[in-house]
T-cell receptor, first 110, second 115 residues
Framework: EDKVVQSPLSLVVHEGDTVTLNCSYE??????LLWYKQEKKAPTFLFML????IEKKSGRLSSILDKKELFSILNITATQTGDSAVYLC??????????FGPGTRLSVLP | DTGVSQDPRHKITKRGQNVTFRCDPI?????LYWYRQTLGQGPEFLTY????????KSRLLSDRFSAERPKGSFSTLEIQRTEQGDSAMYLC?????????????FGQGTRLTVV
């Protein structure tokens, strides 16, 4: 059965810290891995990764995928209180739906 | 607003009643997904459609749940004889599936409370 695991499940940091969130997966016929940020309501899309070793960047956020070791990381540098959210990792397999991990709850303290 | 929209945003119902939720996807998207999310958990897959065809249904979905997408546009999710354990946020997402990578965009969700 397809599975997505995220760690840590919860993280508390202070503003300005750098954090690394982890996502590992077991899925047959991997197609893509996606990161979402969820604050109060719907998850909002951050990144889609399909190839190993190519870093995707958006401002202070960046992510990379390792298809050999079956994991991805999401980095956030110089964290701000507005980064407080649940970060969800999802994996899509060919011809199938998206499988989500449990999320990492990030709290950034002022 | 050209995003995914869901209606209603909140629903409170008595145990045993039937409820129906609606999702309007982004107009050019051919795939539509339903997920359920409870507090502290990631979204849990329920079912998805490509156009009007229901391609997959979660094994966890009991026969009280049914979803339709009759014209390949909007979709409805019905829960019959609701139970307290059905209380959750029901999320709809849509994507344009083609030969390259696909990203799914979510609606704001319908929060169901069964009392």
């Amino acid at each position: 059965e397809d599975k997505v695991v995220q760690s840590p499940l919860s993280l508390v940091v202070h503003e300005g810290d750098t954090v690394t969130l982890n996502c590992s997966y077991e899925v047959t016929n991997f197609r893509s891995l996606l990161w979402y940020k969820q604050e109060k309501k719907a998850p909002t899309f951050l990144f889609m990764l399909t190839s190993s070793g190519i870093e995707k960047k958006s401002g202070r956020l960046s992510s990379i995928l390792d298809k050999k070791e079956l994991f991805s990381i999401l980095n956030i540098t110089a964290t701000q209180t507005g980064d407080s959210a649940v970060y969800l990792c999802a994996v899509e397999a060919y011809g199938q739906n998206f499988v989500f991990g449990p999320g990492t709850r990030l709290s950034v303290l002022p | 607003d050209t995003g995914v929209s869901q209606d209603p945003r909140h629903k409170i119902t008595k145990r045993g009643q039937n409820v129906t939720f609606r999702c309007d996807p982004i107009s050019e998207h051919n795939r539509l997904y339903w997920y359920r999310q409870t507090l502290g958990q990631g979204p849990e897959f329920l079912t998805y459609f490509q156009n009007e065809a229901q391609l997959e249904k979660s094994r966890l979905l009991s026969d009280r749940f049914s979803a339709e997408r009759p014209k390949g546009s909007f979709s409805t999710l019905e829960i019959q004889r609701t139970e307290q354990g059905d209380s959750a946020m029901y999320l709809c997402a849509s994507s344009f599936f083609h030969s390259r990578e696909t990203e799914a965009f979510f609606g704001q969700g319908t929060r169901l409370t069964v009392v």
